[in-house]
């Protein structure tokens, strides 16, 4: 049997009635983060240029942070880039990436055209995140280090893969959307910083998408697109750099989303950033650091995390968002980082500028490439009266369930995220029915609260959601 309809037939076997509460809870917890930070990204300005090429279809399909509503490909390609436009979405450690981005704006826009309960749904999410991270396990991380872009390449199967599962397909068809989303697979990491990283998880969410709804119509496609001689074993890795064995084996004994689960951010930027950022914090708090007695910040991490996080002088709002130098000069000016740190020309702040030239970036020493554990961070500082201080994080605080985001925390963050679109009433009865999504008779409603309690509602409109009786 083929790497394909193996997979397609595990994909297959996946209900909700067999999940085990724990992978439910934390079903929850991801679609609640990423509905929160699309929500925030929705009027980032690649959100916006994306949209204004991209989105002159009518369909049923919302738009995050609008009343409006398209074709559902166009829908999962938007609110796809939303959801990694801000780089505060979940992350997993398998994948080398993050897994809901990818996966839920398709669902949801699947969602849009037939009526799904919430059990459905968490299911079909479930399968998606289980189906890219076991993929990852086989390829990573030569495939993250090579240069690819996992969320993008490993995201566009769990989009295949979901939508596959929502949309009730056989494993011959499922298999086919998996082989179909081998060649719709990309992003490189060269455009790290840059617009072109969210726009990378909108084109997967839409190929996925895509992939299934193309082989529910008897689209084909190779059998053997994973193990072939030119499929993308080969292809994105290169012989000797990956392991089918390691897709397969123990599928779902654990699920991914329990371990090793997933990671949700604190901060919004990049997640190679946080165990620094957690190490200098605890310094600031202890020891009521302010810049003026710092003469001098070391940063150590990991060299897998140094390597598109050393950028001493970011050169945009986005490229501030993967230099470690910025990220640190922020928490040592105001003890936290939060969004309004990334917008605008905020990296251009004197005081910044001022502090950057004081802090250094380096790979841990004890830290080798060969090690599976590459979340960790160590920060050392040099007082101005002759202190040496250190402190060490083996990894960030929401880096996954052993060291999980307190719910008020969590529950604070969407709502943060939330009402830069919504109305404050809006965002609470969102945040609420994700609490009781494995109720939902029709996850529809989800999306026309969304719709309704926008802040820019009419403004950027053009067909209103249909009510739940059409």
């Not at 990852?136 to 566009?156: D, I, S």
């Not at 910083?193 to 909108?202: A, D, E, I, N, R």
């Amino acid at each position: 049997m083929t790497i394909a309809a193996e997979l397609a037939r595990r994909i297959g076997t996946i209900s909700f009635n067999d999940l085990p509460p724990e992978a439910v809870a934390w079903a929850k917890v991801g679609i609640l983060d990423t509905v929160g930070v699309t929500l925030a990204g929705s009027d980032q300005a690649c959100t916006r240029i994306v949209s204004q090429v991209a989105a002159h279809s009518a369909g049923p399909a919302l738009l995050f942070g609008t009343n409006r509503s398209v074709a559902p490909l166009d829908a999962a390609l938007i609110n796809g880039t939303a959801a990694h436009a801000l780089d505060f979405d979940d992350c997993s450690d398998s994948m080398g990436g993050h897994p809901s981005a990818p996966v839920l704006p398709a669902l949801l826009a699947l969602a849009a055209t037939r009526k799904v309960s919430g059990r459905d749904f968490l299911a079909a999410y479930i399968a998606g995140f289980e189906t890219e991270t076991r993929i990852a396990r086989g390829v990573n991380f030569h495939h993250y280090e090579k240069g690819w872009h996992p969320t993008a390449t490993l995201g566009t199967f769990g989009s295949a893969a979901a939508s596959s599962h929502l949309l009730g397909l056989d494993a011959r068809r499922t298999a086919t959307a998996l082989s179909l989303a081998v060649s719709l697979a990309s992003g490189i990491k060269a455009n790290f910083g840059t617009m072109t990283k969210p726009l990378h998880v909108g084109h997967a969410s839409r190929n996925g998408l895509m992939a299934a709804l193309l082989a529910a119509d008897g689209f084909t496609a190779g059998e053997e697109a994973f193990e072939h001689r030119q499929g993308f074993f080969l292809v994105f890795n290169g012989a000797g750099n990956f392991s089918a064995e390691a897709v397969l084996a123990d599928w779902a004994a654990p699920l991914d989303i329990l371990k090793p689960g997933i990671a949700i951010k604190q901060y919004p930027c990049c997640g190679s950033t946080h165990p620094a950022i957690d190490a200098l914090l605890s310094l600031v708090e202890e020891h009521a650091l302010a810049p003026a007695m710092v003469e001098r910040v070391d940063s150590w991490t990991h060299p897998r995390r140094l390597a598109h996080t050393d950028r001493p002088n970011p050169k945009s709002a986005l490229d501030a968002k993967f230099s470690v130098q910025y990220c640190l000069a922020r928490a040592l000016l105001h003890g936290r980082i939060v969004l309004e740190h990334f917008e605008a020309d905020a990296y251009r702040d004197g005081d910044v500028q001022a502090l950057l030239p004081r802090i250094h970036a380096a790979a841990h020493p004890d830290m080798s490439m060969a090690s599976t554990e590459h979340f960790g961070g160590q920060v050392h500082v040099q007082t101005s009266d002759g202190r040496r201080l250190s402190a060490k994080v083996d990894r960030p605080l929401g880096r996954g369930p052993e060291k999980p985001l307190p719910q008020p925390r969590l529950e604070a963050k969407f709502l943060d995220c939330a009402e830069r679109a919504l109305d404050a009433a809006a965002a609470t009865r969102a945040l609420q029915m994700i609490g009781r999504f494995d109720e939902l008779a029709d996850v529809g409603d989800l999306a026309r609260v969304l719709a309704s309690g926008c802040r820019l509602q009419g403004a950027r409109s053009a067909r209103p959601l249909p009510s739940a009786a059409e």
